[in-house]
């Protein structure tokens, strides 16, 4: 196995360092698998810290730790693609995809290793068995999250999956090929198919630097997450629309059968704002969820690159 190991990093010139250190001791434990020493690809996604001078030098005192350097922040999705494009021209045979900040234990490679080796799986990839050491709230609404995406999408994701995988070369080939600009990889890695192995691990908690995730970051991803992998949102607002349309046929009728038996005594205000508020209400629900997919639409035909690259080594 030749392994290539991607890493997206913006900010972790804390993490670093430790990374370092803990895949190098690693590394020992992997030889047994590797018919080449171990590469990686550093992906500096637009920090504003020393990350990128950590790794200049990182590569000038080994060739293998290579980095590629954005020219902006492009968001963790594009450091994946980066990586990977760049991992697959190192010729790796094997594509490990890691955290920088050590959430995802670089020991479990070597289970990875174990399990992926003349196996049938193209993929063993982590989960997190607990969400122990994170706000309830979030877990909630992680949870909950994972629930509808598997009720309304075909493509079923785990709940606790982290992106902390090793994968098979033509499994890399086959996500670097998909050309989405839009790219949610949890999905992506699910889509293409191939037999995934899961490998359950506790929970660890970030030790140095900190997250670039707020709570309203992780809802937008979910929201993204939710576009990119399921249009049952638009089949809900036309069934939605179908149900309203039935009723107030039949409403009509009713009214129109009460004027010509009871006459047509001037009542029922209250009752009519209440109609009227709530149809506005669902029009522009409906609207806005249209709105959402042709946001998506829109970023896709304008075909702009995932990431430009700024240096790389
Ligand atoms: N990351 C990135 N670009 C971003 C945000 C995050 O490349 O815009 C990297 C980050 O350096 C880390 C990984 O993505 O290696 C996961 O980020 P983080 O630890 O902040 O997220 P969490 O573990 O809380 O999901
Ligand atoms: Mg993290």
Redesign the pocket.
Do not use: I, V
């Given at each position: 196995m030749h392994i290539a190991v991607v890493v997206p990093c913006h900010n972790e010139e804390d993490s670093i360092p430790h990374f370092v250190n803990r895949m190098t001791s690693v590394e020992r434990d992997l030889t047994p698998w590797l018919t080449e020493p171990v590469s990686y690809v550093l992906v500096n996604d637009g920090s504003t810290d020393g990350t990128l001078a950590c790794m200049r030098e990182l590569n000038k005192r080994n060739d293998r730790w290579h980095y590629i350097s954005f020219s902006r922040n492009f968001g963790k999705e594009a450091g994946l693609l980066a990586g990977m494009r760049m991992a697959l021209e190192l010729g790796s045979t094997h594509v490990a995809v890691m955290?920088?900040?050590l959430?995802?234990p670089p020991e479990l490679l070597v289970q990875m290793c174990e399990r992926i080796d003349g196996s049938e799986f193209d993929a063993v990839a982590a989960y997190r068995k607990t969400r122990e050491g994170e706000p309830p709230i979030r877990s909630w609404f992680a949870h909950r999250f994972y629930d509808f995406i598997n009720k309304v999408s075909e493509t079923t994701m785990r709940d606790g999956a982290r992106d902390f995988r090793l994968m098979t070369r033509r499994m890399v080939e086959e996500i670097c090929a998909l050309p989405e600009v839009g790219r949610f990889s949890k999905g992506l890695f699910m889509w293409v198919g191939f037999k995934t192995d899961w490998l359950g691990y506790d929970n660890v908690e970030?030790e140095f630097g900190t997250?670039s995730?707020n709570f309203l970051g992780l809802v937008h991803y979910a929201i993204d997450g939710i576009l990119a992998f399921s249009i049952w949102p638009l089949e809900a607002i036309s069934v939605i629309g179908v149900a309203l349309s039935a009723l107030s046929l039949f409403f009509l009728l009713f009214i129109f059968i009460r004027a010509l038996l009871f006459g047509d005594p001037v009542a029922g205000w209250p009752s009519l704002i209440c109609v009227v508020t709530l149809l506005g209400g669902v029009e522009i629900l409906g609207i806005g969820t249209i709105g959402l997919y042709l946001s998506k639409v829109y970023s896709e035909v304008k075909k702009r690159p995932n990431y430009i690259v700024d240096e790389q080594r």
């Open positions: 955290d920088a900040d959430q995802d970030r997250t995730w």
